[in-house]
């Protein structure tokens, strides 16, 4: 013990001392953002050094304004273009060096990008000498292993973190003593449009889950639905406030890992001191470097692995464009890929892009037929699974090309849908003949959508038709019977194309109302019932029909349908049903005959048609008071 203290006093330096070892021309690695060494990097201002090169992972305020007060002494190379730094709103990308996050401490270490000093910010030491990097791992401990000289100021404010966080007391050459406080990150306040995205993307996080998020928005946006999971855990880029809610709530215990059990993993933490305060010393949070947490197979080791990140623009093949995305100020490659690509190869994994489905200032569609000359793809069209917006999930797993386009088209801004059915017909990726997309509204989408459970515990969902079910409808259509086909459309009708198709599940509210029943995964999904009825203005009665896959017959989901599309109409202000159904369609005819209204039927040529009025009940008569 005495030796180590011993060495402490002979490296400990002021900070002028310590600024003066960097020499000009030299290449200085910064820690960023919330870990800037604040009292070197303002020594460094009040030497004489000229044209060094600092290189950080974000670019922070304080290198940044060091940068900005004599041009040409320093210059930022980071991994990140933006940031809340002072700067013009959008700075030049001039100096941002576009490596994927887990790929910049292979570039330190084999010397691409070679760091000849690197300053940093450490916890006091512990009792065996050893220090801490605190809230930054991340590329911080490459850094320091490839440098050949390390300063570090040691900060009593910077929290003790375990994992892969220890520097010894050999591995730093100079030592300055100044206590800080560390940056932190304002807390950003959520619009309604986030809150929807946020819990369309709670409904693709199933208990048992481990999570990866972006930044604070998204996990922020979804602490209120996933405060009641489960089992779920941790291992992800950036350690933020809410994912320690997430953590105290009790939602998250790390127990179904197959590796690094009970422990929640990220590289670095970016928050406010209430984060700082909750890692200082917690065994159950450990940081690790960036090309072992954001290492695809390590990534995928566990199963169910869920990524939720943020994009700019999506393009109409699924493409993703990476660059000043929705909730976040920051722009680069980052861990998205990495952890994309390992949360598709986890089993059971999924991989979800968020975004606006317009833009914040100019309300230009964030679904794009192409992207612009300057526009950095980070995500190819067979890497994406789901993108969400606040008009819904597209899912693209597996998809062709017209059925990304139609899925993309779905949960665009209804204002762009038409505009972008144009730009996908000239350009081939839908059929020159399809329709433009017409669909009943946002909020009637999401009030009907609801589960039920059938008769033998038959767990369906139930929801309004989409414009991208044609290939499940067509399913459904082939897996009838002849009979069936014929009680439906009293004809023995063998096929149903496209044409036919698309004309059936395009639909907006005024025109009619159709419930699809799903069964299965959100992957796989399958209709097994389709029920629906359209408005006719002559009489004021709307004529419904129904379609059950004979497999999941006997359950009672026609009569379900019935009485949900009964109470759909009645809120849409419609006065009643009709149907023709023929007559040795019995099992039918008794799903209307339950309905409590009173019903009036002619028959015809085999044919019962049937009507009745949403005012008129079966018991009224007998309840009628005696005429005196």
Avoid at 150 to 160: G, K
Wanted: with cysteine.
């Amino acid at each position: 013990m005495a030796d180590w203290k011993q060495r402490y006093a002979n490296k400990l330096v002021s900070i002028q001392e310590a600024a003066s070892h960097v020499k000009n021309g030299d290449r200085v690695y910064l820690g960023s953002m919330c870990s800037e060494p604040k009292a070197i990097i303002e020594g460094l201002g009040n030497s004489r050094v000229e044209d060094v090169e600092i290189v950080q992972f974000i670019r922070g305020d304080f290198a940044t304004n060091l940068a900005a007060k004599i041009p040409g002494r320093f210059v930022i190379k980071s991994f990140f273009v933006g940031g809340r730094t002072g700067e013009q709103e959008r700075p030049s990308e001039a100096d941002y060096v576009p490596l994927f996050h887990s790929q910049i401490p292979k570039f330190f270490r084999n010397r691409r990008i070679a760091i000849d000093v690197a300053i940093i910010q450490v916890s006091p030491p512990d009792r065996f000498g050893r220090f801490s990097l605190g809230i930054s791992v991340d590329i911080t401990k490459s850094a320091v292993k490839s440098a050949r000289l390390v300063i570090a100021q040691v900060n009593a404010r910077m929290p003790l973190t375990f994992g892969d966080s220890s520097i010894m007391i050999d591995e730093i050459d100079y030592l300055v003593e100044a206590d800080e406080e560390l940056f932190e990150l304002p807390k950003e306040e959520l619009g309604d449009r986030e809150r929807i995205i946020s819990y369309y993307c709670g409904e693709l996080i199933d208990d048992g889950s481990i999570l990866q998020f972006g930044f604070a928005g998204i996990s922020q946006g979804l602490m209120d639905h996933l405060k009641d999971r489960k089992n779920l855990g941790l291992h992800t880029e950036i350690l933020t406030d809410t994912l320690v809610d997430l953590i105290e709530c009790g939602a998250v215990d790390n127990s179904t890992k197959k590796m690094y059990r009970g422990k929640s993993l990220a590289t670095c933490c970016m928050g406010t001191r209430l984060l700082y305060d909750y890692v200082d010393n917690n065994s159950l949070i450990e940081l690790y470097t960036s090309d072992v947490v954001l290492n695809p197979l390590f990534i995928a080791a566990n199963d169910k692995v869920v990524s939720v990140n943020l994009a700019l623009q999506v393009d109409l093949r699924g493409q993703i464009r990476q660059g000043n995305p929705t909730w976040t100020a920051f722009e680069g490659s980052g861990g998205d890929h990495d952890f994309m690509l390992g949360a598709s190869m986890s089993k059971g994994g999924r991989s979800i892009v968020c975004l606006r489905s317009t833009s914040i200032k100019g309300g230009r569609s964030t679904i794009v037929p192409s992207f612009g000359p300057k526009s950095a793809v980070i995500m190819n069209r067979g890497e994406v699974n789901h993108i969400v917006t606040e008009y819904g999930i597209a899912y693209l797993g597996g998809r062709t090309i017209r059925e990304r386009a139609m899925a993309l088209i779905e949960v665009a801004h209804p204002d762009h849908r038409e505009d972008l059915m144009r730009s996908a017909r000239e350009m081939g990726y839908v059929y020159s003949d399809q329709i433009y997309y017409k669909s009943i509204s946002p909020e009637l989408r999401q009030r009907i959508r609801t589960d039920h459970i059938f008769k033998d515990g038959l767990k369906c969902h139930i929801r309004a038709v989409r414009p991208t079910d044609e290939s499940m409808l067509r399913d459904l259509f082939y897996n009838l019977s002849e009979s069936s086909v014929y009680f439906r459309y009293f004809s023995p009708k063998r096929t149903m194309p496209h044409a036919n198709l698309q004309t059936y599940v395009n639909l907006k509210e005024d025109e009619g109302i159709s419930l699809v029943v799903t069964l299965g995964p959100r992957e796989n999904r399958k209709i097994i019932a389709e029920a629906r009825y359209m408005v006719e203005p002559n009489d004021g009665l709307a004529d419904s029909a129904f379609m059950v896959d004979e497999n999941y017959q006997g359950k009672g989901i026609a009569s379900y349908l019935l009485n949900y599309l009964i109470e759909i109409a009645k809120e849409r202000g419609l006065k009643g049903f009709k149907a023709d159904v023929l007559f040795s369609n019995q099992p039918m005819l008794k799903v209307y005959d339950k309905v409590p209204y009173r019903i009036f039927k002619q028959f015809s040529d085999g044919i019962v048609t049937l009507s009745f009025k949403f005012d008129t009940f079966k018991d009224e008569e007998q309840n009628r008071p005696p005429v005196e």
